[in-house]
């Protein structure tokens, strides 16, 4: 039944206004995470390796949460900042390019291969304080900005959400505002 | 004003351009991983609304469908709502009085010019105002923040809050309870128009956007409105014997710029100020709540600075003052700790409930050369030309900004907390959701746009009742005040029709 027909006879199949606003906003949230996987497309191969690896780095699973990885943060960030505007982007590229470099440079692999330790070195803008300045070059630019966004894909996952759920956590809800008329 | 006009039993059309809202109905709850964007909101899709996120995306006004230009070295960031009870139905609630300070600014420091009014004609407004949306407070009777008609807020304050408070009272700084609207919703949508429509005088007329308002030719006088229907875009035309305008600030003296009327003076458009804001002027932690030892005693509350620099001795910099809203018992964000991983996680959670935090809300001049201005190269959806905005923040505002970053840091040091950052960065103007004047108030027609009774002095029968009217803003959030003037204006106006004179 094509989507249109179907809102018309909505009406007739819920007995109250609520239940029929929870009926439609249920239709308009459609939860396509819990089906299939993503597809990776915008970062390249040597990028997407790099950003996958910083993202076990920075949220490593612990203490019966998921972490990252489990949570496909890498493989949403990929969907997300492929459809930003371009500034945004550039500091995701610039930012997994100049990882890669320096990883190359100092360790003569890419960043996906470096253990630990070799990390660490390479992610030092990381241990150095946070001020209101943005910095200006692009491998510090861009792990400020993932820092932040790889643990809210993380932690705003169904993975992690449902993982809160089991240890009586009540993260993740929240009031929509369905779409005006 | 529909509230105050209806009740007098005058019969009111209102053109609203946003869709109506069921509160209940139009609001679902949602798990985030549900959003197609994990919360992060579909990406460019609010460059300039920092409050938006991805559950309430869809109050805020399109900016595709709504454009404004600036220039590109002085970016303002300007938030609408175009939905019936529009920016009340998601506004902070904070709810200050002005007082002689703002009142007669210029009395005080020599800048700029004075309103029209006094506290005293206000505060019979305000009387009335706070009781409608159930304001809670604390009286002080501070000069400088009129007392008004509260719900008394009886809250203790926890240990540390009483520490920052005993720090700032060894400085001279006052400090008191929050002046917040309360109730689960405290909007025009379940406040005002209810018992307007209740009359059976109000029409609501949403979807409305208005074109321009139309004068006649023979008296010279506006006799209505040219709007466009939103769906489905037939142009139409609304009578009135009066004509009042409360778009919120820009939108309504975009409508007046459009409309080529009441700007004899040359000044609408002009005087555009704000609050500025520098969000998390500080971050620090209370020691003793680290690892979970913060309790309910020790943390937790809130409270407000009202303006102290320039009211008993004069700043060195700066003109005019600061408030700060300070916070005790969150959580320091992750950017505060230089770690990543499971070294990160530890410092959260180390943290949890151990956080103070304050924000600044500075008073802005009101200067002639920021301004808003009809863009010729550019219409929003519906055909109606936009806005240019021109503003910028000068010295007082830089200077105060760093006064306060200072200020805040002493006080936390003084009541043993640590300083994690500090700053002095302004949000950029508009963000504060704050933006008056461009439309203002005075005594002299040559220098002003509406007299005192927000009426514009070149057509007796076009007022204007929102922000744009203000003359000086202080520090203090404007929205109390506007509804105070607001229904002081309707008071004038059923008066004024009542003697025949409008």
Not at chain 1, 72 to 84: K, R
Not at chain 2, 456 to 473: A, E, Q, T, Y
Request: charged share 20%; net charge negative.
């Amino acid at each position: 039944m094509e989507r249109r027909r179907f809102v018309q006879a909505i009406p007739f199949l819920y007995s109250s206004p609520a239940l029929l606003a929870q009926a439609i906003a249920k239709l308009d949230g459609a939860a396509t995470d819990a089906v299939g996987r993503p597809l990776p497309h915008f970062f390249s191969g040597a990028q997407f390796a790099a950003l996958r690896r910083l993202s076990d780095l920075i949220v490593p699973a612990m203490g019966g949460f998921p972490g990252a990885l489990d949570a496909g943060a890498p493989e949403f960030l990929d969907f997300l900042i492929g459809q930003s505007p371009l500034p945004a982007r550039v500091v995701y590229l610039s930012g997994l390019d100049a990882l890669n470099a320096h990883s190359t440079a100092k360790y003569g692999k890419a960043f996906a291969a470096v253990d630990d330790t070799e990390a660490d070195a390479l992610l030092s803008p990381l241990h150095e304080a946070w001020t209101w300045q943005e910095p200006t070059e692009p491998l510090s630019l861009f792990l400020r900005h993932a820092k932040a966004d790889i643990p809210t894909a993380t932690t705003n996952s169904r993975e992690w959400i449902t993982a809160s759920a089991r240890n009586r956590g009540s993260a993740g809800n929240g009031t929509y505002w369905l779409p005006p008329e | 004003m529909a509230h105050t006009l209806t009740a007098k039993g005058i019969k009111c059309l209102m053109l609203d351009a946003g869709p109506p809202i069921d509160y209940d109905h139009d609001r679902v709850p949602r798990k985030v991983y549900d959003l197609p964007y994990r919360g992060f909101g579909q990406p460019g899709r609010f460059p300039h609304v920092t409050q938006a996120d991805e559950f309430n995306a869809n109050v805020w006004a399109d900016e595709k469908q709504n454009p404004y230009t600036y220039d590109a070295a002085d970016p303002y960031y300007w938030v609408r709502v175009r939905r019936i009870g529009g920016r009340t139905l998601v506004w902070g609630r904070a709810s200050w009085r002005l007082s002689d300070y703002e009142f007669k600014a210029k009395d005080h420091d020599g800048f700029g010019d004075n309103w029209p009014i006094s506290y005293s004609d206000l505060a019979p407004y305000y009387d009335k105002c706070e009781p409608i949306f159930r304001v809670s407070g604390r009286k002080e009777g501070f000069a400088q923040l009129p007392d008004g008609n509260f719900i008394e807020d009886k809250s203790p304050d926890s240990v540390s809050m009483m520490r920052f408070i005993g720090a700032a009272k060894a400085r001279g700084v006052p400090t008191t309870k929050p002046r917040r609207a309360t109730g689960s919703l405290a909007s025009s949508l379940n406040l005002l128009l209810p018992d307007a429509l209740a009359t059976g005088n109000l029409t609501v007329v949403p979807n409305a956007v208005v074109r321009q308002l139309t004068v006649d030719k023979n008296t010279g006088l506006v006799n209505g409105a040219d709007f466009v229907d939103r769906h489905s875009r037939q142009e139409r035309h609304a009578e009135a014997r009066i004509v009042v305008v409360g778009a919120g600030c820009l939108e309504s003296t975009r409508l007046l710029l459009n409309s080529g009327t009441a700007n004899s003076s040359g000044v609408l458009g002009h005087y555009l100020f704000d609050q500025f804001y520098v969000k998390g002027t500080v971050q620090a932690v209370v020691p003793e709540a680290r690892d979970g030892k913060g309790g309910a005693d020790l943390m937790g509350g809130s409270g407000y600075i009202p303006r102290f620099r320039n009211i008993d001795s004069k700043a060195q910099d700066f003109i005019r003052g600061y408030s700060v809203d300070f916070g005790s018992g969150g959580t320091p964000g992750a950017k505060y700790f230089p770690h990543y991983g499971e070294a990160l996680q530890k410092a959260v959670a180390s943290h949890r409930g151990a956080g103070f935090d304050a924000t600044t809300m500075g008073s802005v001049l009101p200067r002639f050369e920021n301004f808003v201005s009809i863009d010729p190269t550019i219409v929003d959806a519906w055909g109606v030309p936009a806005l240019h905005i021109q503003a910028k923040y000068s010295d007082n505002e830089f200077n105060m900004a760093r006064d306060a970053m200072n200020t805040l840091a002493e006080l936390c040091h003084d009541a043993g907390f640590e300083v994690l950052e500090k700053h002095d960065q302004m949000v950029p103007p508009g963000e504060s959701i704050h933006e008056l004047g461009t439309c203002r108030m005075g005594d002299d027609a040559k220098t002003s746009v509406l007299n005192k009774w927000n009426q514009s002095h070149d057509i007796k029968n076009l007022f204007v009742v929102d922000g744009s009217s203000f003359v000086v803003g202080g520090s203090q959030n404007p929205t109390l005040t506007i509804l105070a003037l607001s229904m002081r204006a309707g008071d004038y106006m059923a008066e004024q029709m009542r003697a025949g004179s409008l």
